[in-house]
């Protein structure tokens, strides 16, 4: 059954420094979503790609924060540079437009000390 | 814009009694919604969804969720809990623009 990747799963890091988020979203999905989850609360949109083009980059905080899909395939997200309330889950999800069905990766946890 | 409320983050219940998760939901335009589960350190996994066919729902681990327009409502079911269940949920919403919005989540504990 196909999956959509992420890497790494857990991410260290001390604040001010830079980090980068990978995704490979499921084949043939042209829609890449990257959300935030805080400890406790429900995923927050972070910047939604149809192909290689942002959809939506309204909750994404740009001074620090940029998201690329250059081939319209994975995706990289970085932080940069990263502060103490950027810990959280970062998820990655990929749709084809259906419904709005996304189907979901298994995130990268990200603690910044 | 559109929003789901789930009440009560933690909901305990017994192995082997119903399940009942509630969502109420907000939006301008008929809307499709959806239920998650995440388990400890993993994304997210569908449960089910609504997409303006039949008003019952029949998703995955057999969970169900009804469609009342009337009450705004998509409550998610299930008639006897599993240990397995232990997990948090997730409903969500979206007004067809493929973006959705998720409520704060249920932590499920089952208890032996």
């Known amino acids: 059954e196909a999956e959509v990747a992420q890497s790494p799963r857990y991410k260290i890091t001390e604040k001010s420094q830079a980090v980068a988020f990978w995704c490979d979203p499921i084949?043939?999905?042209?829609?890449l979503y990257w959300y935030r989850q805080i400890l406790g609360q429900g995923p927050e949109l972070l910047v939604q790609?149809?192909?290689?083009?942002?959809?939506?980059d309204s909750q994404l905080p740009k001074d620090r924060f940029s998201a690329e899909r250059l081939k319209g395939v994975d995706s990289t997200l970085k932080i940069q540079p990263a502060e103490l309330g950027d810990s959280a889950m970062y998820l990655c999800?990929?749709?084809?437009?259906?419904?709005?069905?996304?189907?979901f990766g298994p995130g990268t946890r990200l603690t910044v000390l | 814009a559109q929003s789901v409320t789930q009440l009560g983050s933690h909901v305990s219940v017994s192995e082997g009694a119903l399940v009942l998760l509630r969502c109420n939901y907000s939006?301008?335009?008929?809307?499709?919604l959806f239920w998650y589960v995440q388990y400890p350190n993993q994304g997210l996994q569908l449960l089910l969804k609504?997409?303006?066919?039949?008003?019952l729902v029949k998703g995955i681990n057999g969970f169900e969720a009804e469609f009342k327009k009337s009450e705004t409502s998509f409550h998610l079911t299930k008639p006897s809990a599993h240990m397995s269940d232990a997990a948090e949920y997730f409903c969500?919403?979206?007004?067809?623009?493929?973006?959705?919005?998720f409520g704060k989540g249920n932590q499920v504990v089952v208890i032996p």
């Open positions: 939006s301008s335009v008929p809307p499709y």
């Open positions: 999800a990929s749709g084809t437009g259906s419904y709005n069905e996304q189907f």
């Open positions: 969500a919403v979206s007004d067809r623009g493929n973006r959705l919005a």
């Open positions: 790609f149809q192909d290689e083009s942002v959809v939506d």
């Open positions: 084949s043939g999905h042209a829609t």
């Open positions: 609504y997409t303006s066919a039949a008003t």
